[in-house]
């Protein structure tokens, strides 16, 4: 059984600041890829950020570039997704999840998920 468990979301002002953290717990997991998605209201799931455990690569949506940092404490079994100079449209259930497609950008290149956590951007 993996479970993954996201926290550090909340309600901010334009232009702050959040730290998102996911945790992943249960059997060992080797070499995977974290993503993190969102979910608007009405709209479907898409891909931020994404972190490869071997080589520490990351890929980032267009949204997310030059205000968004993914990041990975393998001992730990934790990542993060640092997220500056929020938008009121970054306003979203973040999610995280874990996969093995080493370039995931879809819902479907990734097996586990998390709960989600609510992040909200007031204008």
């Known amino acids: 059984q993996v479970q993954l468990v996201e926290s550090g979301g909340g309600l901010v002002q334009a232009g702050g600041s959040l730290r998102l953290s996911c945790t992943v717990s249960?059997?060992?997991?080797?070499?995977?890829?974290m993503g993190w998605f969102r979910q608007a209201p009405g709209k479907e799931r898409e891909f931020v950020a994404r972190?490869?455990?071997?080589?520490?690569?990351?890929e980032y949506a267009d949204s997310a570039k030059g205000r968004f940092i993914i990041s990975r404490d393998n001992a730990k079994n934790t990542g993060y997704l640092q997220m500056n100079s929020l938008k009121p449209e970054d306003t979203a259930v973040y999610y995280c999840?874990?996969?093995?497609?080493?370039?995931?950008?879809?819902?479907?290149?990734?097996?586990?998920w998390g709960q989600g956590t609510q992040v909200t951007v007031s204008s």
């Open positions: 972190i490869v455990e071997t080589d520490v690569s990351t």
């Open positions: 249960g059997r060992t997991l080797n070499g995977y890829v």
């Open positions: 999840a874990v996969g093995w497609a080493y370039r995931g950008r879809g819902v479907e290149d990734y097996t586990y």
